[in-house]
């Protein structure tokens, strides 16, 4: 790790399209063009409606989704970049694209991102989200299946991530109190896992396996690989004391504990 000076200059823009595919696109076409944003972040329909709803925010709520971008390093050449962003923007069609013209108006669009999660109350009583990645250019398919798979199990899927590097947070929400609901939402979560890796990804871009990934790690990494972990791990937690029962599975994809190394006699 190490520090990082704070950019001198930074740009902020949102940009509104009128469909998920078109935002998901933009999100490609941005990084195509060498340009490496800051953030990029997307929001969909619902979580506009219900950031609107609980902080007064002002959305377009007949929008399908915004991209929050951000742009930062020397000012010079940043408002170039701005204009080859806005570029894509409207090769994909965006309705239209704004600017933070200043500090206050910046801060009012990040607070909107970080309030977003905190905002789903708004639409359902609870929510699972996950942290599956996929490269930039399938995004638009794992949205469109995300909905599919949320559909079919009779749960509604919303959208709030960090589409610059593929990291999704697709949002199921339900209601824990209806029978079967919770069992439901697991199942689609699981499967929109899965489709993370049918499409070239992994399980988790920030977040890691915990427990509830654990059933899938045989489908991304092979006998071999998980034994390399295990073999790792048991050098440096030999008496498995750190995240004991959320370490790896075994081959059929339980989970499972490395034996511990017995102790020699003094």
């Known amino acids: 790790m190490k520090l990082i000076r704070r950019a001198p200059a930074v ?9 998920v595919q078109a935002a998901t696109q933009t999100v490609s076409g941005i990084i195509a063009r060498g340009i490496v944003p800051a953030a990029l972040e997307m929001l ?5 409606a219900a950031l609107n709803a609980a902080f007064g925010m002002d959305f377009p709520e007949d929008a399908a989704a915004v991209l929050l971008v951000e742009v930062d390093g020397l000012n010079a050449g940043l ?3 701005v204009e080859r962003i806005e570029a894509v923007c409207a090769e994909q069609g965006a309705r239209e694209v704004r600017r933070a013209r200043t500090e206050a108006e910046r801060a009012r669009l990040w607070a909107a991102r970080k309030k977003a999660f905190g905002a789903i109350g708004r639409l359902a009583p609870n929510y699972l989200t996950q942290d599956g990645v996929v490269p930039r250019t399938r995004l638009p ?3 469109e299946r995300a909905r599919e798979i949320a559909a079919r199990h009779g749960v509604k899927s919303v959208n709030v991530f960090h589409a610059g590097d593929g990291n999704i947070h697709p949002c199921l929400t339900y209601d824990e109190k209806v029978p079967g609901e919770v069992e439901r939402v697991t199942l689609a979560s699981q ?3 899965g489709v993370c890796l049918d499409l070239g990804g992994s399980l988790s871009g920030e977040h890691g396996i915990g427990v509830e990934k654990l059933s899938l790690m045989n489908r991304l990494f092979a ?4 034994d390399a972990m295990r073999a ?5 937690d030999p008496e498995l004391r750190s995240n004991p029962h959320k370490a790896l599975p075994d081959h059929s994809g339980a989970c499972v504990e490395v ?3 017995k102790q020699a006699a003094s």
């Open 232 to 236: 790792v791990r048991a050098v440096f």
């Open 191 to 193: 499967e929109i896992l």
């Open 79 to 81: 408002d170039r970049q």
């Open 141 to 143: 398919e794992l949205i």
């Open 44 to 48: 969909d329909n619902p979580i506009l």
């Open 223 to 226: 006998p071999a690989d998980l």
């Open 259 to 261: 034996q511990p190394r």
């Open 11 to 19: 740009r902020t823009l949102l940009a509104v399209f009128d469909s």
